[in-house]
């Protein structure tokens, strides 16, 4: 009777195992292999695909990165799918950025297409010469939490200051990527990216770091719910520099309106000489950019003035030829 007992424990765990490694063959999940040494420890391989895993069903370890038969326990365990907040990033304008800098025109789409609430973080690197020696800088980072199925983030608006002149990021090839998932692990979901070009000579030894824009440009993570197309408008008047600054000879002035209404945009001369009109009439409320090209005149201290509504602001620049 004890005989059969064992017999039949034997043939359902059997059974068991069929059943488990049958439903495996046709997993499409990879798997972590993890093997016991019967002495207290535990050696982790690396990832394996289940027909990998299928292939090594023998009591092993882990012996130099290849799998030997030895008198262990072999467990599987399996790794949970990928949270499906899908994140989309395409380039709209602006390259190649000339080396005096500018602006890059972008555009973010996101959504959580899965079924349960999201916990994750959001972010944009600049790689710069993708390849081996890539230099990776994270750019805008966002924590959101409790991001519920069908949400969007929908920004066909946004745009990002590339430095440039003296001091500014060096020229070569750049990838603009966005990620779903966790930072700074790189523990990624999802990403998408578009190449970029900026002229000037390439330095790899160049500190991104200590050199990140310093004027204001939109957060393309500020509306995180969106369900449709929504362009972004500032609460109150904003003037956010001249970039690059010092320049030569191109610069471009940022604004931001938080109504529609009439705008004046002037250049002077450190004398107070005005020396030309950029804007002088009816803008939309929302974020707006205009480019000054000052090939034509002498090195020196220049200044802005925007008038719009009851706002006023005055910022300098300064050419250097």
């Known amino acids: 009777m004890q005989i059969q007992y064992k017999r039949l424990v034997r043939v359902c765990c059997l059974i068991f195992c069929l059943l488990i490694f049958t439903g495996l063959a046709s997993a ?9 040494d019967n002495l207290g420890g535990k050696s982790q391989g690396g990832q394996y695909s289940s027909e990998q895993c299928l292939g090594q069903v023998v009591i092993g370890k882990i012996d130099g990165g290849n799998l030997t038969n030895y008198a262990g326990f072999m467990y599987f365990t399996f790794s949970e799918p990928v949270p499906e907040m899908i994140v989309d990033v395409e380039y709209v ?22 079924t349960v609430p999201l916990d994750y973080d959001i972010w944009i690197d600049k790689i710069y010469e993708p390849g081996p ?3 990776t800088t994270t750019l805008i980072l966002r924590e959101i939490t409790n991001y519920q199925p069908g949400w969007q983030i929908n920004r066909p608006d946004v ?11 060096p020229g070569g090839n750049y990838d603009f990527r966005i990620y779903s998932g966790w930072h700074p692990e790189y523990d990624i979901w999802h990403t ?23 004027c204001s440009f939109p957060d393309p993570f500020d509306q995180i719910g969106l369900t449709e197309v929504e362009y972004a408008i500032p609460d109150d008047y904003e003037a956010m520099g001249a970039y690059p600054n010092p320049f030569n000879p191109v610069t471009t002035i940022c604004f931001g309106l938080p109504v529609d209404g009439l705008v ?39 200044f802005y003035r925007i008038s719009a509504g009851e706002f006023n602001a005055l910022h300098k620049m300064v050419l250097v030829k």
């Open 192 to 214: 998408d990216a578009f190449s970029w070009v900026k002229d000037g000579p390439v330095d790899f030894d160049y500190d991104f770091d200590a050199n990140l824009p310093t």
């Open 93 to 114: 304008s602006g390259s190649p950025i000339q080396a005096g800098g500018g602006i890059l025109y972008y555009s973010i789409w996101g959504e959580n297409q899965g």
């Open 133 to 135: 020696s890539a230099d």
């Open 159 to 169: 745009w990002y200051p590339v430095p440039g002149g003296p001091g500014g990021w």
């Open 264 to 302: 004046r945009l002037s250049i002077y001369n450190i004398k107070g000489q005005r020396v030309t009109d950029l804007v002088d009439g009816y803008r939309n409320a929302g974020y707006h950019e205009v480019t000054w090209d000052a090939s034509n005149l002498a090195s020196g201290m220049y």
């Open 28 to 36: 499409q999940f990879s798997s972590r292999i993890l093997v016991d």
